[in-house]
């Protein structure tokens, strides 16, 4: 691929950054006898502050499987540096569902999907104070509120406002995270000031593969939107989307993307096939629990001390493998997603069990 020059958003330093990338960019450290990095090597680089380089991702992405583990004893030591065996929950809560105008080819809620799902406009306070609720008593350290649309409207983010300084004086610790499309500054300070931890907002693949999933918004108004939340002071819920009918280069791309953002959380996805989404149509490629976990593996050794969080599609795609997740992932929703089921609670929590991990200690109720 040719030299790639783009203006990027150094979001952690507050400044923007011209930077030139190699998209090739050659690894002159030592190797296996066939080439691809020794991953305890690797993980020894990451630890003392050395950055992932496109070629070191691919070489990730496209190891046998039977270095599977070695990759994740890797991964799990650079986890452990910054996360010990602790494991973040997370509760969602679909505040807002369906009638979005934009053109997300992988979204049930978007205007071009003929999914089945529910549809309605923003719920109740006393809805979005049950999600609360349901937050503390599944042990979350999160509550996220979703709303779908390009943008929250005015109304939109007069309910949120109205709703987190009761949530916050009822669940002391529980952290508020809101997704809620495209934001200006104006919005971005306005959640800040109502007490928003976090704001989610996903890049979801590369530069590159991204006209390929939705034209009706950019890469960079995703960007933009960053920008505007790294701003107000509120931290950054950033990740993406695998098994979209990518190239292994765009997940690469995409977790260095990320690294250079220094997103504090980073969600990552499996594609879940919804019948009525036209990327379900397309038909892309089956994941497979070996790839989905190098895919964390990456993610992990990019983005080295985020809150990483295997997200939508783990149960589906990781099956039986899913406990190996969180050798790399330190969170993990707890409960269903926007408009998919996720597994009962109580197999979360016996699985964090079994894996003699514990649970990052909870909010409390006042």
């Not at 070489?59 to 996360?83: K, M």
């Not at 409207?153 to 406002?161: G, N």
């Not at 109205?162 to 952290?175: A, C, W």
Request: aromatic residues 6%.
């Amino acid at each position: 691929m040719a030299k790639q020059r783009a203006i990027r958003y150094n979001l952690g330093m507050d400044t923007l950054q011209s930077t030139t990338r190699l998209t090739t960019h050659s690894t002159a450290h030592s190797s296996s006898t066939d080439g691809r990095p020794s991953w305890h090597e690797l993980a020894d680089r990451v630890l003392q502050g050395q950055q992932l380089t496109s070629d070191e991702g691919l070489a990730i992405l496209s190891s046998p499987d039977e270095e599977l583990l070695d990759l994740l004893a890797a991964a799990y030591r650079v986890r452990r540096r910054w996360w010990g065996n602790q494991v973040r929950l997370n509760f969602l809560i679909n505040a807002k569902s369906g009638a979005c105008a934009e053109d997300c080819a992988y979204c049930s809620q978007s205007r071009v999907s003929k999914a089945d799902i529910p549809r309605y406009a923003m719920l109740p306070p006393e809805q979005i104070l049950d999600g609360a609720r349901a937050a503390f008593e599944r042990r979350a350290k999160t509550f996220c509120i979703v709303t779908s649309g390009r943008s929250p409207t005015r109304r939109d983010i007069d309910v949120i406002s109205d709703m987190i300084p009761q949530i916050k004086q009822q669940y002391d610790g529980l952290e508020i995270c809101v997704a809620s499309g495209l934001l200006g500054q104006e919005q971005a300070q306005r959640l800040k000031a109502c007490g928003v931890d976090r704001v989610n907002h996903n890049l979801n693949t590369s530069r590159r593969f991204y006209p390929q999933i939705c034209t009706t918004h950019t890469f960079q108004d995703r960007l933009d939107t960053l920008w505007a939340v790294r701003h107000a002071g509120m931290e950054i819920c950033s990740g993406g989307i695998v098994g979209m009918g990518e190239d292994d280069a765009d997940v690469v791309e995409l977790a260095l993307e990320l690294g250079n953002l220094g997103v504090e959380a980073l969600p990552v996805n499996f594609f879940t096939a919804i019948e009525g989404t036209p990327l379900t149509a397309a038909n892309p490629k089956k994941l497979t629990p070996h790839y989905c976990l190098k895919a964390l593996a990456l993610f992990r050794l990019a983005n080295p001390r985020c809150d990483l969080r295997a997200a939508a599609g783990r149960e589906l795609h990781l099956r039986s493998l899913q406990p190996l997740a969180l050798y790399a992932a330190n969170s993990m929703f707890v409960g269903d997603y926007l408009t998919t089921k996720g597994q009962p609670p109580s197999e979360d929590y016996r699985m964090i069990e079994d894996l003699g991990f514990e649970v990052v200690e909870e909010a409390l109720e006042r």
